[in-house]
Every structure is written in C-alpha cells, then in structure tokens.
C-alpha cells in the first residue's frame, strides 16, 4: 500500500472558516509511519479542529494525544487487512447520510453547508465515506478482541472488595411505569383538510408553480427533515414504517409526487430522489391533522374515570391496558415501558419521556396519576396515565442489588486492559518512525519510540 501523499482540506471545523481555511492552507509533511501507512500534518489538523467542532476535550498536548490516536487506528485497520474485517457500504452510507444531515441541520440548510465547506455534496460524502468507514472498521475490530471478555461472581466480588465506599459505582435512581393512553378522536373534517393540502402541494409542484423541497421546508411537519426540503438521506426499506416504505419504494420517476400515504404520524406525500441498490433517497411532506380541544376534553375524562375505576378496585391496571389504550408499543405488555436500547423496564427519570418523568418524579410506588397530555414517539399528542410499579432510589452499588451494573465495570476494566496489551504487542511488530520534532510527547503508550 502506498504512502498518502497528499493534501487532505479541512472540511469538519465548525469553528468559523477562517479556521478551515488556515487548516487547508498547512504545508504538508509526513510526521508519523506506521506499518506502511503515513499520518500527514493536515491529518492532525484536521482531526483537531473536529475535536473542537465537536466540543471534545483532549487531555493534553492536541500535537501529541491526535497523532497517537490516529496511529492506534491504523494498527487496529492493519489487523482488520489481516482478519478481512469489512462493513457494507449501505452502512457506510447510511451514517455518512446521517452525518451530512446533521450538518445540514447545524448550518441552516444544503446550500449553506456546500457554501461553508466550499464544496458539493456529493464531494463531502465521498470525503466523509472514508473516514466512517474506517472508524466502523475500528469498532468491529475492538469488539473482535474483547468479546470472549467474560468474568465470575468471585471476580467482580474481589475487585469491589476493598474499594472504599465513595469509590463503588453511584446507581441513579430508577423507576419502572405501566402506561394507558388514548388517542383522541381527530374529526373527519379536519383528516378532508389536510388532504385538501396535500393535493394542493402535488398540484403546483406537477404544474410547475413550486419545487417539491421548497414545499417541504414551508409546510412539512416533520422537523428531522424539513430544513433539509424534507430529504430522508439513504435507507433501506427497515428504516420507515410499512405504508411508507411501499409507496417509497414504488417509486420510479423523480419528477412525480405520490398518492396520500396516511401513516402512525400522519398524511405524507413522497417524491423519489435516487435509488442505490437496496436504498432509496426520498423527499416528503408530513402534514398532522390538530385534534379539537373537544376531543382532548373527553379523552382526559374517559381516562380520568378508568383511573378512578381501577384506584376502587373494580378493575386492575393490567387488565385495562388491554382493553383500553391505544399504544400498541405496550398494551400487549400490561403496559409496561421498555427502553428500546436494551428491552429493560427500568428507566432513569431523565430517559422517560418529559411529560412521564414529570409526573412519575412527585409520585409514590403504586400511585396512578391523572391524565395528562404528552407527545408519544411518533410526535402526536395523546392522553395518559401512568403508574409507579416500582422505584429503586440512587445508591451506591451493592452485590445484591447490582451484580450487572458491578459485573459491567470489571468486564469494561478488563476489555482495556485486553486492548491495551495488544497495542503494546503491535507496537513491538510493526515498523513505526515520528519526526524528530513530534517524539518530545508523554505518549499513553511509550513503545512507539524504538
């Protein structure tokens, strides 16, 4: 493989442009080698004013702690050539997608982020495409080498053994909720008119009167995209829910606008962008139809009177949960809330949802609260009551009560300790040569210098 010899610009400072274009302008030089793989002066550059996009702290000298992070990687992308360590592109690309729409949003729109780092966007995402794809390559590499990492009861238990109280691991305090909620009845006045809106939008972008993306950032209510002329970025079909996905991907002509899909959000319209493979780029607009205050009313007194059925005992909270909300994520589960992260009912006050943690945070085990309003996870408003079915209090950790919270401590210990020796043996293996004016560092790992 040879060396990259080579400008890299600058494109990831969100400091000012005047940075940017101090980083482009750097005179190039190789500092580090390793294996055969150059680390240049503007790689530095560039991955420090990242760092300071990003609001990330380095701990120490940015001249010294960067170029042996980037070092680390490369031993980490030369043993991923070894084991024939891959990721898809549609992978890639997903993520390189989601970072260009994060700096779409951060830059008020496409055309400001392609003004500010001076190039296309396209240009971007071929730049970006390297750079996830290697920090991907790194990740799976890391998870190879430490997924055996296993340890016993005897082992967590001796490691906390003699560590002083203020040193055990602080347990925030936990609760677990059961959930109804009812969804209001929108008029069939108000689901005609914002059809009415969406035929409306269709006709002036087929009669050329409006561009489809224009549209989208006047009106659409999805706020994840509208900024952006309510582009999606690339995904597969997984990535929407089923009616949207099938209109989607129906797709052919980017000119034409689709029929009205009515989703679990509201009333869409799609226009087709590009289609790559098993991906599919779209635009949309997402129009919600508003509930009356009517219909909010009687569903805060339907729930209002459940609540008081199930406090006098004419009915359990399990039992209407079946029967009566109208959150399908739940009702089939008595009405337990799970993190989707990791399928656990035991949430931190500030991972609930705001409207929830509000109110679970002034109640006791066992309470039911009234009804109240509250945003769900598709962004409509819905009505609901909660109940505490349990709450552990923040704590320091304890064997009997958090083994897996004290087991993920030592595995995590042991996991960089496992890399850490294996950074060492690759140091000893592989060629490596620092610049004269780039060893005066106090390396995390003093075996680069040979």
Known sequence: MSFRYFLVVCFFSCISLANAQSAANVVDEVVWIVGDEAILKSDVENARLEALSQGQRLEGDPYCVIPENLAIQKLFLHQAAI?????????????????????????????????????????????????????????????????????????????????????????????????????????????????????????????????????????????????????????????????????AFSLNDPKAVSKIVETEYGFHIIQLIEKRGEQINVRHILRKPRVSDAAFTKAINDLDSIADEIRRG???????????????????????????????????????????????????????????????????????????????????????DDYQAMQDVVVEKQSIEKIKKWIQEKQQTTYIHINEEWRNCEFQYPGWIK
């Open 314 to 400: 004419l009915y359990t909270f399990d039992d209407c949960t079946r029967f009566v909300s109208d959150d399908k994520d739940t009702r089939n589960n008595f009405g337990n809330m799970f993190k989707s992260e990791d399928n656990s009912s035991k949430f931190e006050i500030k991972d609930l949802p705001a409207e929830v943690a509000k109110v679970v945070s002034t109640m006791n085990i066992g309470e039911i609260s009234k009804p109240f309003i509250m945003v769900n996870n598709k962004g409509k408003e819905v009505v609901a009551i909660v109940k505490l079915k349990n709450k552990i209090n923040g704590h320091r950790a304890n064997m009997a």
């Open 83 to 247: 084991d024939s360590v891959k990721v898809s592109d549609s992978e890639v690309f997903q993520r390189v997608d989601q970072r260009i729409n994060y700096y779409i949003q951060q830059l008020n729109g496409k055309e400001k982020m392609e003004e500010y780092f001076g190039k296309s966007t396209s240009q971007i995402r071929e730049k970006l495409y390297d750079m996830v794809r290697d920090d991907m390559i790194t990740g799976e590499v890391r998870s190879s080498l430490v997924k055996d990492v296993k340890v016993t009861p005897a082992q967590v238990r001796r490691y906390f053994k003699d560590l002083p109280e203020d040193s055990l691991p602080f347990i925030p305090t936990k609760v677990e909720c059961q959930i109804i909620v009812r969804n209001p009845v929108i008029e069939q006045a108000e689901i005609e008119r914002v059809k009415a809106e969406l035929r409306d939008y269709t006709e002036r972008v087929n009669t050329g009167k409006a561009q489809f993306s224009t549209l989208a950032v006047m009106y659409s209510e999805d706020a994840a995209t509208a900024r952006q002329g309510g582009e999606c970025g690339f995904a597969g079909r997984g990535s929407f829910v089923p009616e949207f996905s099938n209109v």
